[in-house]
């Protein structure tokens, strides 16, 4: 637990000096001309445009090295993203200048205008998100790739929607071992324990046209990624299995320092504290009376 | 032509349950019972099928729905490949004999409709979760009469290669259809096989047929099974337990194909000879013998293919795993250590109530999703683009976008020089094989990153690539041996291996190979 707090404060640091921002930017009217002003906020500009990579465009990685060289420009520039209601994530050559919207921001994506039945129908709406959160637990499997800023996660559609489901199979077996009736009582449709919703969702249907079945999990997912990809956190990197796509420096530092936070702020506000040690979380417990199985565990089949 | 969209009966609970005085039963006997309830309610589209068939528009009550029904799910879970399903159009095509057989006097287009009628009822195409409900009641601990959801799939449409749909049969549906409700799968399978064995001592063809066909069943599920745990060996070693329990799924998988073999080569000599020595007579009965005995010659043959496939997979377990230890565990470690995204999010939000999961994701959303700049309408544009003709479309299509590519960083773990300095440590003499704990030893002494290097080259040697040696003609061939020895070492646990080199014998191994050719 105590990393996440770390992880929270680390981002409120780099967060601080954007906010404290306006009265340094007032109080010594240093040598700021509104030749400087148009650059950072062509910078921010060149930020907004997520799939633009610094390496193909020569201007916006001249403005990002007068960024990382000369502070009063940077200072300007976090001032601009600022008060344009953006949070800036990291300014690299990696990743340029990764903003992301802030709460409340014109520039936010809210939910009814990302898929319109969720208004109306709470279990979609738990199911768009729930896809968006399996696309980052996928890309990203291990606490060190999330970690690893030269880490590239590669995913599937169909291999994300196959994840979740082995998930709900799991939750499903083991509330069988407990002899468990997870049926919910009827009319009590908030009650359903969240892994049925997906469960009992179809993966797939046939359509008149070929497409994708919007309401099946596979569609769900598949909206997700798109979504993704337009906003440049994921490259589309073949057909397979539904879509394969790659992870962007961009989505690593969105997932680490935005969402996984904000998600684990309203889990533990929920009252439920995940605690693990850094070890796999999907490990069965081991039998110790079988340990010297060890030698051959890795060799099965040579006999 | 199609149906109502919740098929599943709603009027379900009998009567006499509710109506009389609260039963007092202990909660074991209310959770059989409601075992039991929900074991019927699968069969109840099935029942539901025969019902609705007056309802159609035409005159359908000729065709029996749930024989038809019944069909298409033995079709479906007999298609059920390692890693697809069944084809619609394959199974629709396949039920038209029996459905034809049923009304040979109506048209063929008919009997499609009926088949096509069926199935997509078996599907339950009409609703959105593309499953059924039934409605049962139960007593709870404190005594109150709670009645509850039961949703369950009958057949279900999975996704499969370049964007295709292929149909599976549920849990639910084999249990239905293999009868075995509530049994324990390795028990079941040890009582099918001693069947079989009394079948064929008795000559009884029909019902050694019928356990064969049930080890089939056994067989893909085990396929299944394996499916899923190498994929989680792909994302994470270390989320599957490659200490007891795949070794354990892979040995018991193992020893089902080794009685299956022995039973089935059994069966298919019993059976040719059958077969054979039924030639001789004349009579129908005999005739009808013969041609039963071919048909189970051709299931058992089709099992032994499923079997020899599930071997194969069996067998290429194992590399891939230590391709995936090799990729994920001798990675360098990193300083810091991240949120763990399955663990501290996923696992914890499926269990919660949907209302409270909700919350959770709802934030993830917000914070995940990144942002859109906001479009702006003017006017002008929209005039422009309303009255701007479509563009023609290029004979060869649209431009090819450039390709996105990024250098690959050299992420080796270890450089050129420490591999030099392994390969020199563990030039051995043929004569004078060590210890794992002496190399160890000897290369921490060198550098501190070596002995990870040591430790993963022994590891490969404990299978040396013989065959690739025997064909390029090498002299010399590192091997490393388990004689039981605990490792003792501060940083690696396991046997302390023997290491050494083999000679080969080059000039007969050239001779071996001129020979081959």
Redesign the interface.
């Known amino acids: 637990m105590s990393?996440?707090h770390a992880?929270h404060t680390a981002w409120s640091e780099s967060a601080t000096p954007d906010t404290g921002e306006a009265d340094r930017f007032t109080a010594p009217p240093a040598a700021v001309t509104p030749a400087d002003a148009a650059d950072a906020a062509r910078l921010v500009a060149f930020g907004?445009q997520?799939k633009l990579?610094p390496a193909r465009d020569a201007e916006y990685a001249g403005l990002l090295r007068r960024y990382r060289e000369e502070t009063a420009f940077a200072r300007l520039a976090d001032a601009v993203a600022t008060g344009l209601g953006?949070v800036v994530l990291e300014v690299s050559t990696r990743a340029g200048m990764a903003?992301?919207?802030g709460?409340d921001?014109?520039?936010?994506?809210r939910?009814g205008d990302?898929a319109r039945r969720t208004a109306a129908d709470?279990?979609d709406?738990?199911l768009?998100?729930?896809a968006?959160?399996?696309v980052?637990?996928?890309s990203?499997?291990?606490?060190?790739?999330?970690?690893?800023d030269?880490y590239i996660g590669r995913i599937t559609?169909?291999?994300v929607?196959?994840?979740?489901r082995?998930?709900?199979r799991r939750?499903e077996e083991r509330a069988e071992e407990l002899?468990e009736?997870t049926?919910?009582?009827?009319g009590t449709?908030?009650?359903?324990?969240?892994?049925?919703?997906?469960a009992?969702?179809?993966?797939?249907?046939?359509t008149k046209d070929?497409r994708?079945l919007a309401?099946s999990t596979?569609g769900i997912v598949g909206k997700a990624v798109a979504?993704?990809t337009d906003?440049?956190?994921l490259?589309r990197t073949g057909?397979?299995?539904?879509g394969a796509y790659r992870t962007t420096a961009?989505y690593q530092l969105?997932?680490?320092d935005?969402?996984?936070?904000?998600?684990?702020?309203?889990?533990l506000?929920?009252g439920?504290v995940?605690v693990?040690d850094?070890?796999?979380?999907?490990?069965?417990p081991?039998?110790p009376e079988?340990?010297e199985?060890?030698?051959?565990?890795?060799?099965?089949?040579?006999s | 032509m199609t149906s109502p969209a919740s098929t599943a009966s709603t009027e379900f609970v009998p009567p006499q349950l509710s109506a009389a005085p609260r039963p007092a039963l202990g909660p074991a006997a209310d959770?059989g019972l409601?075992r039991r309830l929900r074991a019927l309610a699968c069969t109840a589209p099935l029942h539901d099928l025969d019902v609705r068939k007056a309802n159609l528009a035409g005159e359908y009550t000729v065709y029996a729905m749930a024989e038809v029904a019944l069909a298409a799910i033995d079709l479906v879970t007999l298609n059920m490949d390692f890693d697809t399903g069944a084809d619609?159009d394959q199974i629709i095509a396949r039920l038209l004999p029996r459905v034809a057989a049923q009304a040979p006097r109506r048209p063929a287009a008919e009997h499609e409709r009926v088949a096509r009628w069926v199935l997509e009822n078996l599907?339950n195409?009409g609703s959105?979760?593309?499953?059924f409900r039934a409605?049962y009641g139960?007593f709870g601990p404190d005594g109150a009469y709670?009645?509850?959801?039961?949703?369950f799939?009958l057949v279900?449409?999975?996704?499969g290669?370049?964007?295709t749909?292929y149909l599976r049969t549920t849990d639910e549906a084999v249990n239905v259809l293999v009868g075995a409700l509530d049994t324990d799968v390795t028990s079941a399978q040890i009582a099918a096989e001693v069947k079989l064995e009394v079948l064929i001592n008795r000559g009884r063809l029909a019902d050694a047929q019928l356990a064969a066909e049930q080890a089939r069943y056994r067989t893909v599920q085990y396929a299944e099974t394996l499916r899923?745990t190498l994929?989680?060996t792909r994302?994470?070693?270390?989320?599957?337990?490659?200490?007891?329990?795949v070794?354990d799924m892979?040995?018991e998988a193992l020893d089902h194909i080794a009685d299956r073999y022995r039973h089935e080569n059994a069966i298919l000599t019993n059976i040719r000879k059958a077969r054979d020595e039924a030639e001789t007579g004349f009579d129908p009965k005999t005739a009808e013998h013969k041609r039963r005995a071919a048909e189970l010659v051709d299931i058992v043959k089709d099992c032994i293919r499923r079997h020899t496939q599930l071997q194969s997979r069996?067998?290429e377990?194992?590399p891939l795993?230590?391709a995936e230890?090799d990729r994920?565990a001798f990675a360098a470690?990193?300083s810091?250590?991240?949120?763990?995204?399955?663990?501290?999010?996923?696992?914890?939000?499926?269990?919660?109530?949907?209302?409270?999961?909700?919350?959770?994701?709802?934030?993830?959303?917000?914070?995940?999703?990144?942002?859109?700049?906001?479009v702006s309408v003017r006017l002008g544009d929209l005039v422009d683009i309303l009255l701007t003709p479509p563009a023609e479309r290029e004979h060869l299509g649209a431009e090819m976008p450039e390709p996105?590519l990024i250098a690959t960083?050299d992420?080796s773990r270890f450089s050129e020089e420490q591999l030099a300095s392994a390969m020199e440590l563990l030039d051995l003499e043929h004569d004078a094989p060590r210890r794992l704990s002496g190399l160890l030893a000897e290369a921490r002494r060198r550098d501190p990153e070596l002995p990870y290097l040591v430790a993963l080259l022994s590891?490969h040697a404990?299978?040396p690539p013989v065959g690739t040696a025997y064909r390029q003609g090498e002299q010399r061939l590192l091997f490393a041996v388990?004689d039981?020895t605990e490792l003792d070492d501060p940083e690696f646990?396991?046997?302390d291996l023997i290491v050494g080199t083999a000679l080969l014998d080059t000039v007969s191994m050239a001779a071996g190979r001129t020979e081959a050719v």
């Open positions: 990393e996440t992880e907004l997520p990579l953006l903003v992301t919207a709460e921001s014109v520039f936010a994506v939910m990302y709470s279990a709406r738990f768009h998100g729930l968006h959160l399996a980052a637990a996928m990203f499997p291990r606490p060190e790739d999330l970690a690893d030269g559609v169909n291999g929607d196959a994840f979740v082995e998930a709900c939750l002899g009736n049926d919910p009582a009827t449709p908030g009650l359903e324990a969240a892994w049925r919703i997906y009992r969702r179809s993966a797939t249907g046939a070929a994708r309401g596979t979504f993704l906003s440049g956190f490259q057909d397979d299995a539904g961009r969105q997932v680490r935005m969402a996984g936070t904000a998600a684990m702020a309203e889990l506000e929920l439920v995940p693990t850094g070890t796999a979380t999907l490990v069965m081991s039998d079988d340990l199985l060890a030698a051959d565990a890795g060799l099965p089949f040579h | 959770e409601a619609h599907i195409v959105v979760d593309r499953g409605v139960t709670i009645r509850r959801d039961y949703d799939k279900e449409e999975v996704p290669h370049g964007g749909v899923r994929e989680a994302r994470n070693v270390r989320a599957v337990d490659w200490l007891n329990a070794p892979i040995d069996l067998l377990a194992g795993f230590r230890q994920q470690p990193t810091t250590v991240g949120l763990d995204l399955y663990g501290q999010l996923v696992a914890p939000v499926l269990p919660l109530p949907v209302e409270k999961a909700r919350r959770v994701t709802d934030a993830f959303f917000a914070h995940g999703t990144g942002l859109r700049t906001p996105d960083p992420d590891i404990a299978s388990d039981g646990g396991g046997a």
